[in-house]
């Protein structure tokens, strides 16, 4: 099963997760369902925030990654985790500020945040705006300007590490949307002109190299370039860096060819990054700068499973068999994004012998609506409670109402206990925003 104990096979032979009994869970909320172990969270934003105060000190921020999975409660937890948040839209910061987030623990990516965002972001009196151009720059110093303040920024810059990844989830190569590459001198002109705007405040830099990797090297590699970098920048622009934020991307499992990463193994992983910043901070003599990571999918992405009700089933002699569930690409569109690829477990049978390689396919109109291709499964039958594992990470995040499919609810499962934490949209929920002007109106004949 998966990496840790958030997965247990019940004396019924059923799938349990954080004591919840799968079966049960798709029988009081419904199908498809997404659910959440809160243990399994808190514990992963522990384990980071632990290790960077034991390792580095107060000098030090965790950010949950809120893209990977955004709602309201989620930022309840971290903020009862006394960690921070990244935000990559108004529509992020506005949820984490109904939670009631403190706006001074966020920070606000994007390569393209719109000027409302940034004024929403200032009005909220967010913590740091990681800006991505030269426009953005200038909005938030002319928005800041207006409020009568000075806004700590970063700056993303792009090291150019090639990780080891696929490559749509690459955004540190030199070909990026992503960041001010360093190797062309365009993040050195860009510190130079962010230092003289005068109602921002350079504080350092961003850097995020991608996601889903397992090499420590690839991250430590980074650090070390961000470190030459800002040492450089030190030595020919007198600038002093205060803050340095390495991003997320520590990989997962999804299935037994990811690499089973324990919560002692991901510590490992910032250990790593800390050691690096120390050991380069004292290389070229620098202040240790304030240290923030921010880890996204190896927080939520084991946490969560998503239940579905197996339908039909189509077997194509000697080409494949289909099994079709009550979900698809609206609940989870990794497959026809990346080719992603998951681990399903009967869970009504969760004990009985995978038999057959089936393609796990959900109900949209769509070819590529494939929830997983060829996986190993128990002959399954309609009726089937299916789970799919590790879908905490980008998948309700990802959701939509492709073929006016309802959005999957959310439940939050904690020793035993279940609650919504997104509740389950109906169809007027689909039709709230559909206007027909008066020239359609249905005319009485
Ligand atoms: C997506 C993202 C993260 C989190 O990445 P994970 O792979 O989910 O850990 C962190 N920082 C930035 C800027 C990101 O875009």
Redesign the pocket.
């Given at each position: 099963m998966n990496t840790r104990d958030t997965l247990k096979i019940n004396a019924k032979g059923h799938l349990e997760i954080g004591g919840a009994d799968c079966v049960e869970l798709a029988q009081n909320f419904g199908t498809p369902l997404y659910v959440f172990d809160e243990e399994y969270i808190r514990r992963m934003m522990r384990v980071y925030r632990d290790t960077l105060q034991r390792e580095y000190g107060e000098n030090s921020l965790v950010l949950y990654?809120s893209?990977?999975f955004s709602c309201q409660a989620i930022y309840r937890i971290a903020d009862e985790e006394n960690i921070g948040v990244?935000v990559?839209s108004g529509g992020e910061l506005y949820t984490a500020l109904q939670a009631g987030f403190p706006a001074k623990n966020m920070y606000m990516?994007g390569n393209n945040k719109l000027d409302y965002e940034i004024g929403e972001a200032l009005d909220a009196g967010i913590g740091c705006i990681v800006a991505d151009a030269y426009s953005e720059i200038d909005k938030i110093d002319a928005e800041a300007a207006k409020r009568g303040i000075v806004q700590p920024i970063l700056l993303r810059i792009n090291p150019g590490i090639e990780a080891h990844t696929h490559a749509f989830v690459q955004t540190a190569t030199t070909d990026s949307k992503f960041g001010f590459s360093v190797s062309d001198g365009t993040a050195e002109r860009v510190t130079a002109y962010a230092m003289q705007k005068k109602n921002v405040r350079l504080d350092g830099y961003h850097c995020?190299i991608g996601?889903?990797i397992f090499e420590k090297q690839s991250f430590v590699l980074a650090v070390e370039k961000c470190m030459d970098f800002a040492a450089d920048m030190q030595n020919r622009l007198a600038f002093k860096l205060k803050t340095l934020n390495l991003?997320?991307?520590?990989g997962i499992w999804y299935t037994d060819e990811d690499r089973k990463i324990s919560a002692e193994e991901y510590a490992e992983y910032a250990k790593a990054l800390v050691a690096a910043v120390k050991r380069k901070a004292q290389e070229s003599g620098m202040e240790l700068p304030f240290l923030v990571i921010?880890?996204?999918?190896?927080i939520i992405g084991e946490a969560g499973i998503t239940l579905y009700t197996v339908g039909a089933i189509k077997d194509i002699p000697a080409v494949k068999k289909y099994v079709a569930v009550d979900g698809g690409m609206f609940d989870n569109p990794r497959y026809a994004l990346y080719q992603s690829k998951y681990t399903p477990v009967l869970a009504n049978r969760a004990n009985e012998e995978a038999t057959e390689i089936v393609t796990i396919a959900g109900k949209c109109c769509e070819s590529g609506d494939i929830i997983a291709a060829n996986v190993a499964l128990p002959k399954a039958q309609s009726g089937d409670i299916l789970a799919i594992l590790s879908t905490g990470?980008y998948n309700y995040s990802m959701a939509m109402n492709y073929n006016r499919n309802k959005i999957p609810p959310c439940v939050l499962v904690n020793e035993g206990v279940a609650d919504y934490i997104v509740k389950p949209q109906s169809y007027a929920d689909i039709n709230r925003n559909d206007v027909i002007p008066a020239r359609l109106a249905k005319k009485t004949k």
């Open positions: 990654a893209k990977a990244d990559v990516h995020h996601s889903q991003g997320g991307g520590f921010e880890p996204g999918r190896s990470a």
